[in-house]
C-alpha cells in the first residue's frame, strides 16, 4: 500500500506550532502577527480561497485585516492601498489574491509589496534569496506551495540526498521555486514543461515526480517509475454531469496510487499546506520585524 500523503493532517500540525508560538509571543511582548488580505471581485473560487485562508489564520492567532475591493478598482489605487499597508506596523504580512482583473498588471502589483511582508513569498527579491541561498534558511519568505510540497517529501523521512528530481512545469509561483528548494535538499533536478521532447520518459526516471501542469488527470501511470514519490500540486475542476462536478489533481490518482511509494491526493493533499505555509510567512515576517 502506497503512503498517502495526508496534508490536512500535516498543515495541523504545522498550525498547531504556529499557535503555541504566536500565544507565546503575546504573552511576552503583547504583539500578534498581522496579515493583510486583499481580493478583487467576487470570483467565486477566490472567495472561498481567501475565506479558508482567513479562517486559519485567525485559528493561530493571527490578526487578519480585509480588504475586499470593487472590480472596478483601478491599478493605480490598489498600488496605494498596498504602500499604505507596507507602511502600516502592525501589518507583517501583505497578501493579493490572485487573479486579478485583466486590467490590472498583477506583475506590478505583486512587486509593490514590500518583499519583508510578502507573505505569498513571490516577489524578485525573495525568489532571488531563496536560488543563492544555499542553507534551509527558516527566516527566509519561500513561496508557499513549493514550501508546502517540501514539508510533505520531508514527513516521509527519507533521506532525499542525490534523488532524481522531475518538476513538471516551470511557472514563477511552483515550477521554478520548487527547483530551488529541491536543489537545497541535494536532490538531481530536471524541469520539463511543454516544450521538452520525450517528457515522459524523462518523468519516468523519477524518483520524485512534482505535478504542476495545470491539466487534469495528465499523468499516468506510464509517466512514472515504480516506488517513486509523486507531489501532485494540480487542482482541476472537471464535470460529472450537468449537475455535479469535482476536484482532480494533475495526477491520474486511481492509476498512479498503485504502482509508488508515496503520493499526495487532490484534494487534501498541497493544498492545506499552501495555506499553512502562508501563516508560517507571516509570523517569519513579524518574527523579523520585531526582532524576535
Not at 516544450?195 to 509517466?223: M, R, Y
Not at 464535470?239 to 487532490?266: C, H, M, Q, R, T
Request: a positive charge.
Amino acid at each position: 500500500m502506497p503512503h498517502i500523503l495526508d496534508g490536512k493532517k500535516i498543515a495541523q500540525k504545522l498550525k498547531d506550532q504556529l499557535k503555541i508560538e504566536i500565544e507565546g509571543i503575546k504573552i511576552k511582548c503583547n504583539l500578534v502577527p498581522g496579515l493583510a488580505v486583499i481580493q478583487v471581485g467576487n470570483v467565486a473560487a477566490s472567495s472561498v480561497y481567501v475565506k479558508a485562508k482567513t479562517k486559519a489564520a485567525k485559528e493561530v492567532g493571527i490578526n487578519v485585516i480585509d480588504h475586499h475591493l470593487e472590480e472596478s478598482i483601478n491599478q493605480n489605487d490598489l498600488i496605494n492601498l498596498i504602500n499604505q499597508l507596507n507602511n502600516n506596523d502592525d501589518v507583517n504580512g501583505i497578501l493579493v489574491q490572485l487573479p486579478l482583473p485583466k486590467s490590472i498588471n498583477e506583475e506590478v502589483v505583486l512587486n509593490s509589496i514590500e518583499p519583508k511582508k510578502d507573505a505569498d513569498g513571490f516577489h524578485p527579491l525573495n525568489v532571488g534569496k531563496l536560488s543563492i541561498n544555499q542553507k534551509n534558511d527558516e527566516s527566509l519568505m519561500i513561496p508557499c506551495t513549493p514550501y508546502g510540497c517540501l514539508l510533505l517529501l520531508r514527513e516521509l523521512n527519507i533521506n532525499l540526498a542525490g534523488k532524481n528530481a522531475v518538476v513538471i512545469g516551470r511557472s514563477n509561483i511552483v515550477g521554478k521555486p520548487m527547483a530551488q528548494l529541491l536543489l537545497k535538499e541535494s536532490c538531481t533536478v530536471t524541469t520539463v514543461h511543454s516544450k521538452t521532447i520525450n517528457i515522459e520518459s524523462i518523468c519516468k526516471k523519477a524518483d520524485i515526480l512534482i505535478a504542476a501542469i495545470g491539466k487534469p488527470e495528465f499523468v499516468n501511470k506510464d509517466w512514472v517509475k515504480k516506488g517513486a514519490i509523486v507531489i501532485d500540486v494540480g487542482i482541476n475542476r472537471i464535470k460529472i454531469n450537468e449537475e455535479k462536478s469535482k476536484l482532480v489533481g494533475d495526477v491520474l490518482f486511481s492509476e498512479v496510487e498503485n504502482i509508488v511509494y508515496a503520493i499526495s491526493p487532490v484534494p487534501g493533499g498541497v493544498g492545506p499546506m499552501t495555506i499553512a505555509c502562508l501563516l508560517r510567512n507571516t509570523t517569519i515576517a513579524f518574527k523579523n520585524s520585531n526582532k524576535i
